[in-house]
């Protein structure tokens, strides 16, 4: 069976890291928070999409015309 190096490497990594701190969840996730806040650099966030907004997208996307069609 074919493997990803990339999946591999990650899947160790994870591994460590888990291990590292003996597999807690809460502690994993204190520990990850941590980094990110000394982590210097721009943060990105993009504000929520309200479902009207997607809802038109949809409507434009759709045909207006199905004539001839099938």
Known sequence: MWEDSIIVEIRQAREVYAKKHGYDLR????????????????????????????????EQLRPTNLAGVG
Do not use: M, N
């Not at 204190?30 to 721009?42: H, T």
């Not at 990105?44 to 949809?58: D, M, Y």
């Open 27 to 58: 502690t994993i996730y204190q520990s990850l928070k941590a980094r990110e806040k000394s982590e210097e650099g721009k943060k990105v966030s993009f504000p929520p999409k309200l479902i009207s907004t997607i809802e038109q997208g949809v």
